[in-house]
């Protein structure tokens, strides 16, 4: 049984009746993803803004400035995620078109 032949499998399995389901899943979660990104950012600034800022002199001062630069980092390679599922998607394409052509 070849590689491909194992994933359909797997996937039939899991539920899925045909590869285009597949690929609307994974429109429908680039595109929730996305939205969510979006609202997070805004929900990210608001409690930066409203946390009181911590005195320079005190200990926690540098676990406050950590904390938001972590997050700030960190929520930047979301977008990366994006990128992956569009790479998902786009495999899951050619997989459709793939198993039409034989």
Do not use: C, H
């Not at 049984?1 to 797997?10: A, G």
Request: charged fraction near 15%; hydrophobic fraction near 55%.
């Amino acid at each position: 049984m070849k590689f491909v032949d194992k994933l359909r499998q797997i996937a039939s399995d899991k539920g899925m009746k045909d590869a285009e389901s597949a690929n609307v899943g994974a429109v429908i979660g680039f595109i929730v993803m996305a939205v969510i990104m979006g609202i997070g950012v805004v929900i990210l600034y608001q409690v930066e803004t409203a946390t009181p800022t911590i005195a320079n002199s005190s200990g926690w001062f540098a676990t406050q400035s950590t904390l938001a630069s972590t997050t700030q980092s960190g929520y930047g390679l979301l977008g990366i995620t994006l990128v992956v599922m569009a790479a998902v998607a786009i495999l899951g394409t050619l997989f459709v078109l793939v198993r039409r052509a034989d």
